[in-house]
T-cell receptor, first 111, second 118 residues
Framework: GEDVEQSLFLSVREGDSSVINCTYT??????LYWYKQEPGAGLQLLTY?????DMKQDQRLTVLLNKKDKHLSLRIADTQTGDSAIYFC???????????FGSGTQLTVLP | GAGVSQSPSNKVTEKGKDVELRCDPI?????LYWYRQSLGQGLEFLIY????????KSGLPSDRFSAERTGGSVSTLTIQRTQQEDSAVYLC????????????????FGAGSRLTVL
């Protein structure tokens, strides 16, 4: 089945850019998602990208997809303290009926 | 409702007791999912309901776990004879559709039910 991996921790300074990376294994993956989880809350969809796209930009968020390397990244420009949260990469592939999530990356924004 | 509601938000129970966790999805959402989030780990798929179809139970970790969805709306996840390793946050999500090619199939999550088994 699909395997999705992320690094567990990332620390950045306020105002810098954050880049959160994700790799997956199933080349038939169709939709790829980024969710944000703040403490004590459920997951909130940030953005998603369809597999026929290389890039998607939405305000401070930029998603890059490298299908050849099965690599997805989320870039947050001008990172703020309110961006501190856990960010989950999730993938749905052609054979799956549910999302497969990575372990989440804990982003800490330092003042 | 406006969002996915889960109850209780926190549950502390003793080992061996049964627990029920409830999920009230967004009105009109035909697909409903249960995931488990253990400390420091990603989300583990448990079970999925789509309309009147037979549920996909492939993620349930043991026969102590079961789930129902009554009337295509509210769902209850039941854990019998709880064990300490069942301690986790149980997340419910719903979406309009899960059919492949029907769109991005965006899941809306509830805030979760935190279960602690002593």
């Amino acid at each position: 089945g699909e395997d999705v991996e992320q690094s567990l921790f990332l620390s950045v300074r306020e105002g810098d850019s954050s880049v959160i990376n994700c790799t997956y294994t199933d080349s038939s993956s169709t939709y790829l998602y980024w969710y944000k989880q703040e403490p004590g809350a459920g997951l909130q969809l940030l953005t998603y990208i369809f597999s026929n796209m290389d890039m998607k930009q939405d305000q401070r968020l930029t998603v890059l997809l490298n299908k050849k390397d099965k690599h997805l990244s989320l870039r947050i420009a001008d990172t703020q303290t309110g961006d501190s949260a856990i960010y989950f990469c999730a993938v749905i592939s052609g054979s799956a009926r549910q999302l497969t999530f990575g372990s989440g990356t804990q982003l800490t924004v330092l003042p | 409702g406006a969002g996915v509601s889960q109850s209780p938000s926190n549950k502390v129970t003793e080992k061996g007791k049964d627990v029920e966790l409830r999920c009230d999805p967004i009105s009109g959402h035909t697909a409903l999912y249960w995931y488990r989030q253990s400390l420091g780990q990603g989300l583990e798929f448990l079970i999925y309901f789509q309309g009147n179809s037979a549920p996909d139970k492939s993620g349930l970790p043991s026969d102590r776990f079961s789930a129902e969805r009554t009337g295509g709306s509210v769902s209850t996840l039941t854990i019998q004879r709880t064990q300490q390793e069942d301690s986790a946050v149980y997340l419910c999500a719903s979406s309009l559709s899960r059919r492949m090619g029907s769109g991005a199939n965006v899941l809306t999550f509830g805030a979760g039910s935190r279960l602690t088994v002593l």
